[in-house]
């Protein structure tokens, strides 16, 4: 995980009130550059518009999420996961809408069901996050 992917991952985090968070790296289209941050930057940053929702897994689809992605060479950005998981233990996660609607095909993902649906976007739930931080 990437420093901006954690920042990332800690606002959908924080905002679902979720155990994790996860997204791909692929939907980050721009490095955050030092200095003021505008909506422009984030708009650059998170061109999509992936809405944030919360999906339950167990520990053991956590970490087959995550064999999945490393197996097909990608990396998953991630805030949260940390440590062992218990295999058996639910876990909710945030997410984004397009990885539960199908995007790159994860079958851990193609199992879950959406819990909560936060109708926002992901850029707009960072904005917020970085507002209420003032300093990152």
Aim: aromatic share 8%.
């Amino acid at each position: 995980t990437t420093e901006l992917g954690n920042l990332i991952t800690s606002a959908m985090k924080d905002y679902m009130k979720a155990d994790f968070a996860v997204i791909n790296t692929g939907g980050i289209r721009k490095p955050l550059q030092k200095g003021n941050i505008t909506k422009g930057m984030i708009e650059e940053i998170l061109p999509f518009p992936n809405t944030v929702v919360t999906i339950n897994m167990t520990g053991k689809e956590v970490d087959a999420l995550f064999k999945e992605a490393k197996s097909r060479g990608k990396v998953l950005q991630s805030a949260g996961v940390e440590g062992k998981l218990d295999p058996k233990k639910t876990y909710s996660v945030a997410t984004i809408d397009f990885f539960t609607n199908g995007g790159e095909g994860y079958a851990s993902f193609k199992k879950a069901l959406v819990t909560a649906n936060s109708g926002k976007y992901v850029k707009d739930i960072l904005t917020d996050y970085i507002r209420r931080k003032k300093t990152l």
